[in-house]
C-alpha cells in the first residue's frame, strides 16, 4: 500500500503540539510521494501547511478510524503510535469516565479524584468466572485472570501495581486484595481475608503520608503474597517491605505531612488512655508541623485512629504491646522537641535537666535519664589502644538525634510488619499464592536524592522484566499460531542496570566510599565522573561537579550527590541503642535486640531490612563494625523480589496521574505522556506494532468483512478460504499479514485500509440505494401530478355543466310562480264576498229565535212557583196533627211508669227477694251495664240523627219562607217592569262593584307585578350569587377530590410500604433461615472433619436418648401438655395471615390480653368446680351414712326443680340465640340509632316474657309441692282414710281432723319458707337484672346524647367535611363492632377447646372405667352363668391410618426416604410419600402416642435432610422432596381440626382430622424445611442456568447476520481463554426452562410455588444479562438492542405459553427490555431525553448513563452518543430517588410464601405400590 494511498483528501492525522502533545487535522489534498508541504485543517478550521522531510520521509501519524476510537483495548486500534494511545485513554476518561483501558497484558488505570461506584460486592461476583476480555477492563478483571490462571496452570501467580505518587497504586493494589478476600474467602472461622484487609489501615497509618501529590502516599514498597489451600480459599498471607522513606520522620517539605500515625494519636490525645503520652496538638512537636498544615481536607485523624485500633485488634494484637506502641510514637515526638544548646567554644553541647520532653521521651520509653542526656551530646571513639569519649556540636547532636528517631521508628515499623505476619501466617501448607506488589514508579523532582536513585533502580529492574514477559507472550503466540516470526527488537535496559548494580558500578563505589575513614559525597562523585564517563546511560552535567546524570528507560535523571553517604550508612550511635537496649519495658528492648531479623543495632540499620526472609537471618556482626549499607541490602532485597517475580507468572497493572492539581476527571495531556512513557505503556504499544498487533479470528473477520466479498467467493462451508481469497485479493503485500491456525494477523494499519475499503463498499452502496430511491420517488411525483391535472379538467367541466341546467331550471321556475300568484288573488276577492253574506245571514236568525226562547222560560217559572207553594201548606198541616199525638201519648205513657214504679220500690223491701236477686247479680249487673251501655250508644246515635234532621228540616223551612216572601211582593208590586228595573239596577250596581274590584285588583296586579320584578331581579343576583358559590364549591370539591386522591395515593402507597416491608421482613427471616442452614452445613462439615481426625478403628453407637431433632432441625422437643389455649390463639391469628395482623396490631394486643384473662377466669372457675365437686362428694357421703326421712321428698323436689330448671334454662339459652343473632343482624346491616333502640325493646321483651314466665313456673312450682307433700303424707301406712268421708269430700265439705290439718299446717309453713327463700333470691336477681337494664339504658341514653350532640356538630360542618367526619364514626363503630364479634368468637373457640378437652378427660375417665368395670366383674363370682357368650369382631371400613411398630421406624424411614427414587412413584399418585407418612402419624394421634409422633417426625426430618445433602446438586430429587414436604404440611393443616383450613374438606377427610395432638409447631418445622429446600432448588437451578444466560442472551446471534464485529483485541488472547467454551443458544436456555418446568410439574409441586421458582430464575437471568451488558462496551449496541428485544420476546412467549404470567415473572425482565429499548431509541435532541427518561423508568440513573456512556457503534454510519446529551439526561434525571447502586443483587431472593392448598384425595382411597416393600404397615 503506497504513502499516496493512505494520506487522501478527509484523512486524519496527528502533528504535535506544545501545549497538548498531539492535535488532530484533516488532510484537505491529496498528498503526493516527494511533496514537501502537507495541506492539513485544523479542528478550529484553521488551514496550515505542515513542513515534511522527504528524506527521512516522516510523515504525521494517521488517525484511526472513529469507529475504533475509545477502545476497551489499545492493542485493537489499527494505528498503534503515541497520539493514538493518548487519545484513545483521553476519550474513555473524559466522555465516558471508563479510568480502566488495557494495553495488552497491561492494565492501564487512570486515578479519577473522586469516589466511583464500581467496586461493590456485587461487581466483584459479575467479574468473577468471566475471561478477562470479556467484560468491561477493571482492576477485577486482572484479579480474577491472576485467580483462574493459578487454579488453572497451578502456577503462582503476581500482580505489579506502580505508578508514580498519587496515581492510586495503593488504592488499586486494596481492591485487588479485596477481590481475592472476597471470591477466596477461607472455609474456616479464622477469617483470614478480614485479617489481610485489616493490615491495610495499619500499613496506610505507618507508612503512608501526605505529599504534594498525594494526600495518600506510600512511602514504602510492599509485596504481600496471599496463600492459598488446594481448593483455592484464602489460608494466610506474608508480607515484605522495601525501603521505607525514614528521612519523613524528622523533615518534611512545605505542605507535606509525616506519617499518619503521628497525627492520629495528637488527635486522640483526649481519650482517657492516653493521659500519660503527654500529647497535644501536632502543631506543638517539631516532626509534625514542618509542612505548615497537619490537616488533610476530608480526612479524620481521630475516626482514623479507631479503625486502626480495630485492625491491631483484628490482628491480634495484645492491648498491652497496643499501648506500648503508642508510647514509642509518642516518645519519637517527643524527641524532636529536645533542645539542645550549644557551648561557647562551639564544639560541644548540652541538654537541660529540666527538659520536659526529655523527661517524656525516658519516662515512655523507660530508659535512664542522666545516660540519655549525655549521650544525646557525647559519641564514644574506639580504638586499637583505648576509647575516647568526644563531644559533639549542636549540628552534630541534632544529627545524631534525628538519626535515633528515624532508627527509633524503622524498627517499630519492622516489629509491626512481623506482627502482621505472624497473625497472617497459618499452619496449613500453601499450595499456591498470589503476590501483590505495590512499589513505586519511576520519580524524578528538581532535587533528586538517595531515595529517588533506589526507586528508580528498582523501575529498571521492573522494566526489564516487564519488556521480557511482552516479548516471551508476543514469541508464545506466533509460534502457537504457527507463523513464521522474526526477532523483535524491543529496548534492552540491561546497560544502564549494570552501570548500577556490576562490580564497580555506582552502588559498589558507594559503598567503598562509606568503608573510608574521611569520605564524602564530592570525592564519590570524582570517582564516578572518572569511571563511567564512557557509558551511554552516564552524564555530566556542564554546571555542577557533584551532580550526575543516568539515562534511565524512561527519562534522563539528574542526581545530587549531597547525603548519599551519609543516608546509606545510615548511622546511629552504639551508646544510645545499648541504653535502649537496656530498658524497662520489654518491648522497647526487644525492638533493639541482636537476634532480630535484619540486625537493627548496627549502625546502618534501614526499614526496608524487613524484605529479608525470615528464613535467612543476617549473621551477628560485632559491634564495632559496619553492617552492610543500605544500597547493598536494597540491592539484595530487589534481586530476592525480581526470582520471586520471574518464579510467577506477572499481571500488570500501571496506575496514571492524570493531572498535578488533583481535580476530578481533568486529563492533561503533557502529564499522562511523560507517565505512559515512564510506566512502558508506550514500549508495550511499540513491540506490538513492531509485529502483528491486530488479530482476528476467521469467523469473525469473515462477519466483518463479508461486504467486501463477490457472491461467488463467499464460501460458507470454508470460512478460512474465504477469508484467504479475500485478503489476498486486496492486500497484494504478503507480508502486511499472516494466517494463523485460528486467528489472522495483520501489520500496523492495515485493519484501518480494510475499515477504509468496507466504508467505501457501504458509501457507494448508500449513493446507489439513494439513486435507486430518488428516481423513484421522482417518477411518484410525476404521477401525482398528472393525475392531479386530469381531477382538475373533469371537475371544471362539471362546474360549467352544472351551471347551465341550473339556469334552464330558474327560467321555468319563474313562469309558474306568475301563474299561481294571479289565481290566488282572484280567489281571495271571491272568498271574502262569500264571508260577508253568511254572516249577515246568522245575525238575523240568531234574533228570531232568542225572542221566542225568552216567552217559552217565563211561563215555565210561573208553574214551578205554584208548585213550590201548594206543598209547604200541606205539609204544615200534616205536621201539627202529628206534635199533638205524640203529646198525648207522652203523657200516658208517664203515668203508668209511674205506678209500675211505685209497686217496684214495695217489692225490694222484701228479704227474700233481696236472697234471691243475690244468686247471679254480679253477672246481671255486667249484663245490665252492658246493656245500658249499648243504650247510651244508640241515644247518641238517635240523637245525633234527630239534630241532623232538626237542622235540614229548619233549612227547608227558611228557604221556604223567603220564597213566599218574595212571590207575595211580587203580587204586592204587580208590575214586572219595575221589578225588571230593579234587577237590571242591582245588576248595574253589581257591575259598578265589580269594575271597581277589576280596578283595585289592576292595581294590586300592578303593584304586585313590580314586587314580582324586583323579586326576579333580587332572584337573578341571588342566582348569580349561587353560580359563584356553586362553582366554588365544585373547585373546592375537585380540590377536595384531588386531595382525597392524594390521601388514596398516600394509603396505597402505605399500604405498598407495609406489604414491601412485610416482605422485606420475611426475606430477613428467610435469609436468616438460609444462613441457619449454612452454619449447619458448616457445622456438619466440621463434625464430620472432627471425626476423621478422631477417628478410633471399632464400632460406635450414638446414645439412643440423644434426640436427632435437636441436633439437625434446632427444634426443641414438642409436649402436648405444654400446648396452651394462649399458644392456640397465637396460631390462629399468625393462621389468618402477617397481613391482617399486621395491618391491626393494636386489634392483636387486645385480643391477646382478652385470651390472657380468659384463660385466667378458666382456671379459676375450674378450681371453683374441683371445689364443689370434692364439697358434693362429702355432702353425698353424708347422706349416706345419716338416713333421714325427709331425703326421698327432697330428693323428688329436687329432680322436679332441675327438670324445670333445665326446661327454663333452655329457654333462655334459646332467647340468647335470638338476641346474639338480633346483634349480628344489627352489625351487618350497618345502621344507626333506630337499629339500637329495635334491639333494646327486643331485649325489654323477651326480659318481660321471661319474667312473666318465671312466675308462672313459680306458681306451678308451689302447687306442684303440696300436691307431693301431700301424696307423701297420705302415702304413710299408719294414715287410713275412711270411706264414708269420700262423698263428703265429692260434695266440697272438707272437714279434717285435728292431726291431719297440724300436718297440713306444717307443711304449708316449709312450702311458705321455701318459696320465700326462692321468692327473695328471685327478688335479689331481678333486682340485679333491674339495674343492668337500667345502666344499659343509661348508656344507651349517653349514647343516644352523643350521636345527638355529633349530628349536631356535623350538620354545622361543609358536606365534604360531613362525609369524611361520617366515614371516620362509620369506621370507629365497624372497629369497636369487630372487636367485640371476635371477643365473642374467641370466647366460642375458648368454650369449644375446652369442652374438647373435658370431652377427652371424660373419655379416658370413661375408658378406665369400663376397664375397672370388666376387672370388677371378672373377679366377681357369678354362679348363675353358666353359658359363656362369644364375642365377633365386625369388619371395619379403611379409616386411612397405617400402623407400624416401634421397631420398624428406621425400616420406614428407609424405604421411604433414603432409598426412595422419583421414578419409583412416577406413574402413581403425585406425593405419596407424604400421604403415607401422614397416616402413619394418624394412627399414633389415634392411639395417643406422643412418643411415636416425636419420634416420626424426627427420623423423618433427618431423613429429608440427609437424602437433600447427599443429592444436594440433583434438581429432580429436590424438587421431589419439596413438592413431599409442601404436601405433608399442608396435611397437617388440612386434617388438623381447625376450622380454617377445613373449609373444602369433604365429611369423610373431615372425620379423618387428629384426635389428640396439636402439631401446630411441627408445621412451623416443616415449613422451615420447605423453606431450605426450595432455596436449594433455586440454588441447583441458578448454577445450571447461570452459566447459559449471557452466551444465549447478549452473543449468540438468534437474528442472523444482524449484529456486525469489532477488532477486541486483548479479549480473544488465547491466555485468557478456558479451552472448550461452551457457547449456548437461547434454544438450550428454553429447553432447560421446559426441564425444570416438567419436573417440578410431575412432582405435584404446587403450582404457586412453581411460579415463584421461575420468577427468581427470570430475575437471574435479567439481573446476569443486565449486569454483564452494563460492564461491556462491544455489547452496548444497536444490533444488540435488537438481538436482545428478540430473546426477550421468545422468553415472553415460553411465559404466556406455560401459563406462568401471573407469577410476575415477566414484570422482572422489565429492566431489560428497557435497557434494550434504550440501546435502540434515538440519542439526539431534548425531546429524546425526555423520551428517556419517561421510557426508562425500571432503569437507574447510573444504570441509563453507564449504557449511554457504552454504547458504540458498529459501523460509521451510526452516531456516538454526545457528552452532552448524557448531560442533559442527568440533568433531568437528577431528582430521581435512585439506588446508588449501579448492578442488580443477581444472588437477591425473593421471599417464598407456601399458599395452603388442600387436597381432594381422601386418604382411604390412596393406593400404596408394592414397589415400596411397606408390607410391614397395617391398613386401619
Given at each position: ?441 519511576f520519580e524524578t523532582f528538581e532535587f533528586n536524592s538517595f531515595e529517588q536513585f533506589c526507586i528508580n533502580y528498582a523501575n529498571e529492574k521492573l522494566q526489564q522484566q516487564f519488556n521480557s514477559h511482552v516479548f516471551k507472550l508476543e514469541q508464545e503466540e506466533y509460534m502457537k499460531e504457527q507463523i513464521p516470526w522474526t526477532l523483535i527488537d524491543f529496548y534492552d535496559n540491561q546497560p544502564c542496570i549494570d552501570l548500577i548494580e556490576a562490580k564497580l558500578g555506582i552502588l559498589d563505589l558507594l559503598d567503598e566510599e562509606c568503608k573510608v575513614p574521611k569520605g564524602t559525597d564530592q570525592n564519590w562523585a570524582q570517582k564516578l565522573y572518572d569511571r563511567h564517563s564512557n557509558s551511554q546511560h552516564f552524564q555530566k552535567p556542564r554546571m555542577s561537579n557533584t551532580s550526575f546524570i543516568i539515562v534511565h528507560f524512561a527519562d534522563k535523571v539528574e542526581y545530587q550527590s549531597d547525603g548519599f553517604l551519609e543516608k546509606n550508612r545510615d548511622t546511629v550511635y552504639e551508646e544510645q541503642i545499648n541504653i535502649l537496649k537496656a530498658s524497662k519495658y520489654q518491648l522497647v528492648a526487644d525492638l533493639f535486640h541482636d537476634n532480630k531479623e535484619a540486625g537493627p543495632t548496627t549502625p546502618s540499620a534501614k526499614t526496608s531490612r524487613v524484605n529479608i526472609r525470615s528464613a535467612r537471618p543476617a549473621p551477628q556482626i560485632p559491634n564495632r563494625e559496619h553492617k552492610k549499607t543500605v544500597g547493598h541490602q536494597f540491592r539484595n532485597s530487589l534481586q530476592l523480589l525480581m526470582e520471586t517475580l520471574n518464579a510467577t507468572t506477572p499481571h500488570y497493572v500501571r496506575c496514571i496521574k492524570p493531572n498535578d492539581e488533583k481535580l476530578p476527571f481533568s486529563f492533561d495531556p503533557s502529564r499522562a505522556v511523560q507517565q505512559l512513557r515512564a510506566c512502558g505503556v508506550l514500549e508495550t504499544i511499540r513491540i506490538s506494532a513492531a509485529g502483528y498487533p491486530s488479530r482476528w479470528t476467521y469467523p469473525d ?225 255486667v249484663q245490665l251495664q252492658r246493656k245500658v251501655d249499648e243504650q247510651n250508644k244508640e241515644y247518641k246515635n238517635l240523637s245525633e240523627q234527630l239534630h ?108 405498598s410500604q407495609m406489604k414491601a416491608d412485610l416482605e422485606e421482613e420475611r426475606s430477613r427471616y428467610q435469609n436468616l433461615l438460609k444462613e441457619y442452614s449454612r452454619l449447619e452445613q458448616r457445622y456438619e462439615n466440621l463434625y464430620e472433619e472432627m471425626s476423621l481426625v478422631k477417628f478410633h478403628p471399632g464400632h460406635r453407637r450414638n446414645p439412643s436418648n440423644q434426640s436427632s431433632l435437636e441436633s439437625d432441625s434446632n427444634y426443641p422437643s414438642i409436649s402436648t401438655s405444654e400446648i396452651g389455649d394462649t399458644d392456640d390463639s397465637m396460631q390462629q391469628v399468625e393462621e389468618l395471615g402477617l397481613e391482617k395482623a399486621a395491618m391491626d396490631m393494636t386489634l392483636f394486643l387486645k385480643l391477646q390480653k382478652r385470651v390472657r384473662e380468659l384463660e385466667q377466669e378458666r382456671r379459676r372457675l375450674q378450681t371453683d368446680l374441683e371445689k364443689m365437686e370434692e364439697q358434693a362428694k362429702k355432702k353425698g357421703n353424708e347422706y349416706k351414712n345419716s338416713p333421714d326421712p325427709d331425703r326421698d321428698a327432697d330428693s323428688a323436689y329436687n329432680c322436679l326443680k332441675r327438670q324445670e330448671l333445665e326446661s327454663e334454662n333452655k329457654k333462655l339459652k334459646n332467647d340468647l340465640n335470638e338476641l346474639r343473632k338480633a346483634i349480628a343482624e344489627r352489625a351487618t346491616q350497618n345502621n344507626s340509632s333506630n337499629e339500637l333502640q329495635e334491639s333494646y325493646n327486643l331485649l325489654l321483651n323477651q326480659l318481660k316474657t321471661a319474667n312473666e314466665e318465671l312466675e308462672v313456673r313459680k306458681e306451678e312450682v308451689l302447687i306442684l309441692r303440696t300436691q307431693i307433700l301431700s301424696s307423701v303424707q297420705h302415702k304413710e301406712p299408719n294414715i287410713h282414710i275412711e270411706g264414708n268421708r269420700i262423698p263428703e269430700w265429692n260434695n266440697g265439705i272438707k272437714h279434717l281432723d285435728g292431726d291431719e290439718s297440724i300436718e297440713s299446717y306444717e307443711n304449708i309453713c316449709e312450702t311458705k319458707k321455701l318459696l320465700e327463700a326462692q321468692l327473695q333470691s328471685q327478688s335479689m336477681q331481678h333486682k340485679e337484672e333491674l339495674e343492668a337494664l337500667h345502666a344499659e339504658i343509661d348508656g344507651l341514653k349517653d349514647e343516644v346524647e352523643r350521636r345527638q350532640e355529633l349530628l349536631a356538630q356535623t350538620l354545622q360542618l361543609s358536606p365534604e367535611a360531613q362525609v369524611e367526619f361520617s366515614i371516620q364514626q362509620e369506621i370507629t363503630r365497624l372497629t369497636n363492632e369487630n372487636l367485640d364479634l371476635k371477643e365473642l368468637v374467641e370466647k366460642f373457640e375458648k368454650n369449644e377447646k375446652k369442652l374438647k378437652k373435658q370431652l377427652r378427660i371424660y373419655m379416658k375417665k370413661v375408658q378406665e372405667l369400663e376397664v375397672n368395670q370388666v376387672t370388677v366383674q371378672a373377679e366377681r363370682p357369678r354362679p348363675e352363668l353358666t353359658r359363656q357368650a362369644t364375642v365377633q369382631r365386625k369388619e371395619k371400613d379403611f379409616e386411612g391410618m397405617l400402623e407400624y411398630h416401634k421397631e420398624d421406624e428406621p425400616l420406614l424411614v428407609k424405604n421411604l426416604i433414603s432409598d426412595m427414587k422419583p421414578q419409583m412413584v412416577s406413574a402413581t399418585v403425585p406425593c405419596v410419600p407424604a400421604y403415607i407418612l401422614f397416616m402413619c402419624i394418624r394412627h399414633a394421634d389415634y392411639i395417643n402416642d406422643d412418643h411415636k409422633v416425636h419420634s416420626l417426625f424426627n427420623s423423618t426430618i433427618n431423613g429429608i435432610k440427609r437424602v437433600l445433602k447427599k443429592h444436594n446438586d ?293 393406593h400404596i405400590p408394592a414397589s415400596l416393600n411397606l408390607t410391614f404397615l397395617t391398613r386401619v
Open positions: 500500500m503506497s504513502v499516496g494511498e493512505l494520506y487522501t483528501k478527509y484523512t486524519k492525522v496527528w502533528i504535535p503540539d506544545p501545549d497538548e502533545v498531539w492535535k488532530s487535522a484533516e488532510i484537505i489534498k491529496d498528498y503526493k510521494e516527494g511533496d514537501t508541504i502537507l495541506h492539513l485543517k485544523l479542528e478550529d478550521e484553521l488551514i496550515i501547511e505542515y513542513p515534511v522531510n522527504t528524506k527521512a520521509n516522516q510523515l504525521p501519524f494517521l488517525r484511526n478510524p472513529d469507529i475504533l476510537v475509545g477502545e476497551n483495548d489499545l492493542t485493537a486500534l489499527s494505528y498503534l503510535h503515541e497520539p493514538a494511545v493518548l487519545h484513545n485513554l483521553k476519550v474513555r476518561f473524559l466522555e465516558s469516565n471508563h479510568i480502566y483501558t488495557y494495553c495488552g497484558i497491561v492494565l492501564v488505570a487512570i486515578n479519577p479524584y473522586e469516589q466511583v461506584p464500581i467496586y461493590g460486592e456485587d461487581v466483584i461476583y459479575a467479574y468473577s468466572g468471566q475471561n478477562m476480555g470479556d467484560m468491561d477492563p477493571h482492576v477485577f478483571a486482572v484479579a480474577e485472570e491472576a485467580y483462574k490462571q493459578m487454579a488453572r496452570d497451578e502456577k503462582n501467580q503476581s500482580i505489579i501495581v506502580s505508578g508514580e505518587s498519587g496515581a492510586g497504586k495503593t488504592v488499586s493494589a486494596k481492591y485487588a486484595m479485596r477481590y481475592f478476600a472476597t471470591v477466596g474467602g477461607s472455609e474456616s472461622d479464622a477469617n483470614v481475608e478480614e485479617k489481610v484487609l485489616a493490615s491495610s489501615p495499619i500499613m496506610e497509618a505507618i507508612g503512608n503520608a501526605k505529599t504534594t501529590r498525594n494526600d495518600n502516599s506510600s512511602r514504602f514498597g510492599k509485596y504481600i503474597q496471599i496463600g492459598f489451600d488446594r481448593r483455592y480459599h484464602i489460608i494466610g498471607a506474608n508480607m515484605r517491605t522495601y525501603l521505607l522513606e525514614k528521612s519523613r520522620v524528622v523533615f518534611q517539605a512545605e505542605d507535606e505531612r509525616n506519617y499518619h500515625i503521628f497525627y492520629q494519636l495528637c488527635a486522640s490525645s483526649s481519650l482517657p488512655e492516653f493521659k500519660d503520652l503527654a500529647l497535644t496538638s501536632a502543631d506543638d512537636f517539631f516532626y509534625t508541623s514542618q509542612g505548615g498544615n497537619i490537616f488533610i481536607k476530608g480526612v479524620n485523624d481521630a475516626e482514623d485512629f479507631q479503625k486502626t485500633r480495630q485492625a491491631f485488634t483484628l490482628l491480634g494484637v495484645k492491648e498491652s504491646h497496643q499501648i506500648g506502641i503508642y508510647k514509642i510514637i509518642a516518645s519519637i515526638l517527643h524527641l524532636g522537641n529536645v533542645e539542645i544548646f550549644s557551648e561557647r567554644d562551639g564544639d560541644s553541647c548540652n541538654i537541660s535537666k529540666e527538659d520536659e520532653h526529655l523527661n517524656h521521651f525516658c519516662d515512655l520509653l523507660g530508659v535512664e535519664h542522666d545516660q540519655m542526656q549525655h549521650w544525646l551530646c557525647h559519641r564514644k571513639l574506639v580504638t586499637t589502644a583505648e576509647t575516647y569519649v568526644k563531644t559533639m556540636s549542636k549540628q552534630q547532636a541534632i544529627n545524631a538525634r534525628n538519626a535515633l528517631a528515624k532508627h527509633i521508628y524503622a524498627q517499630l515499623f519492622n516489629w509491626i510488619v512481623e506482627h502482621i505476619n505472624k497473625a497472617l501466617h497459618t499452619t496449613i501448607k500453601q499450595h499456591s499464592f498470589i503476590g501483590v506488589l505495590d512499589i513505586y514508579g473477520f469473515f462477519n466483518r468483512y463479508r461486504v467486501l466479498m463477490s457472491k461467488k467467493s463467499i464460501i460458507l462451508s470454508d470460512k478460512k478460504a474465504a477469508c484467504r481469497n479475500l485478503l489476498e485479493n486486496l492486500i497484494k503485500d504478503p507480508d502486511k499479514f499472516q494466517f494463523g491456525k485460528s486467528k489472522i494477523f495483520f501489520r500496523a494499519g492495515q485493519v484501518a485500509y480494510l475499515e477504509k475499503l468496507r466504508a467505501d463498499k457501504f458509501r457507494s452502496a448508500c449513493i446507489m440505494i439513494q439513486k435507486t430511491v430518488k428516481g423513484w420517488l421522482q417518477k411518484v411525483k410525476y404521477r401525482r401530478i398528472r393525475k392531479a391535472a386530469i381531477t382538475l379538467q373533469r371537475y371544471g367541466r362539471g362546474f360549467l355543466a352544472r351551471r347551465l341546467a341550473e339556469k334552464l331550471r330558474q327560467t321555468r321556475a319563474a313562469v309558474v310562480f306568475q301563474k299561481q300568484f294571479r289565481m290566488l288573488r282572484i280567489r281571495r276577492a271571491f272568498l271574502m264576498v262569500q264571508k260577508s253574506v253568511i254572516t249577515i245571514q246568522a245575525f238575523a236568525r240568531g234574533m228570531f229565535v232568542r225572542r221566542i226562547y225568552h216567552e217559552l222560560l217565563l211561563d215555565h217559572k210561573a208553574s214551578i212557583i205554584q208548585k213550590y207553594a201548594r206543598g209547604w201548606m200541606a205539609r204544615k198541616k200534616f205536621g201539627r196533627a202529628r206534635n199533638a199525638a205524640i203529646v198525648i201519648q207522652c203523657a200516658y205513657r208517664r203515668l203508668c211508669a209511674r205506678r209500675e214504679l211505685k209497686q217496684l220500690k214495695i217489692e225490694a223491701r222484701s228479704a227474700e227477694h233481696l236472697k234471691k236477686l243475690n244468686i247471679g247479680m254480679e253477672n246481671k249487673i241532623s234532621i232538626s237542622t235540614a228540616y229548619a233549612l227547608e223551612i227558611d228557604k221556604l219562607r223567603r220564597e213566599l216572601e218574595q212571590h207575595r211582593g211580587r203580587q204586592e208590586d204587580g208590575n214586572l217592569v219595575v221589578s225588571l228595573q230593579q234587577e237590571v239596577e242591582k245588576l248595574q250596581t253589581d257591575l259598578d262593584t265589580v269594575e271597581k274590584e277589576k280596578k283595585q285588583l289592576e292595581e294590586l296586579y300592578s303593584s304586585d307585578k313590580a314586587s314580582l320584578v324586583k323579586r326576579v331581579a333580587d332572584l337573578e343576583e341571588e342566582n348569580t350569587l349561587l353560580k359563584h358559590e356553586k362553582e366554588n364549591m365544585n373547585q373546592r370539591i375537585l380540590s377536595q377530590s384531588k386531595d382525597s386522591e392524594d390521601q388514596f395515593m398516600n394509603r396505597s402507597m402505605k399500604e440433583d434438581i429432580e430429587m429436590t424438587s421431589f422432596w419439596l413438592a413431599n414436604t409442601s404436601r405433608l404440611l399442608h396435611c397437617l393443616k388440612q386434617y388438623s381440626g381447625d376450622e380454617a383450613f377445613m373449609t373444602q374438606n369433604t365429611a369423610k377427610q373431615n372425620e379423618h382430622c387428629l384426635k389428640n395432638f396439636d402439631l401446630s409447631e411441627y408445621r412451623q418445622v416443616l415449613s422451615d424445611l420447605s423453606i431450605q429446600i426450595y432455596q436449594q432448588l433455586i440454588r441447583v437451578a441458578e448454577g445450571t442456568l447461570q452459566p447459559m444466560i449471557v452466551s444465549a442472551m447478549l452473543e449468540s446471534e438468534s437474528i442472523q447476520s444482524l449484529s456486525g464485529v469489532k477488532p477486541m483485541g486483548y479479549r480473544k488472547r488465547s491466555s485468557s481463554m478456558v479451552d472448550g467454551d461452551n457457547c449456548y443458544s437461547l434454544e438450550a436456555v428454553i429447553r432447560q426452562l421446559n426441564a425444570f418446568y416438567n419436573t417440578t410439574c410431575d412432582h405435584g409441586l404446587d403450582p404457586e410455588i412453581i411460579q415463584q421458582v421461575f420468577k427468581q430464575l427470570f430475575y437471574l437471568i435479567n439481573a446476569v444479562t443486565l449486569n454483564n451488558l452494563l460492564l461491556r462496551k462491544d455489547m452496548c449496541s444497536w444490533s444488540t438492542g435488537m438481538q436482545l428485544r428478540y430473546n426477550i420476546s421468545q422468553l415472553e412467549e415460553w411465559i404466556r405459553g406455560k401459563n406462568l404470567h401471573q407469577s410476575g415473572a415477566a414484570s422482572t425482565l422489565e429492566p431489560l427490555i428497557q435497557a434494550a429499548q434504550l440501546l435502540q431509541i434515538k440519542k439526539k435532541t431534548t425531546d429524546d431525553a425526555e423520551a428517556i427518561c419517561c421510557l426508562c423508568t425500571a432503569l437507574t440513573t447510573q444504570q441509563i448513563v453507564k449504557i449511554l456512556n457504552l454504547y458504540t457503534p458498529l459501523n460509521e454510519f451510526e452516531e456516538r452518543v454526545t457528552v452532552s446529551f448524557i448531560r442533559t439526561i442527568q440533568a433531568q434525571l437528577q431528582d430521581r430517588q435512585d439506588t446508588p447502586q449501579l448492578l442488580l443483587d443477581f444472588k437477591h431472593t425473593f421471599p417464598v410464601l407456601f399458599p395452603y392448598t388442600p387436597s381432594a384425595l381422601s386418604l382411604d382411597s390412596l
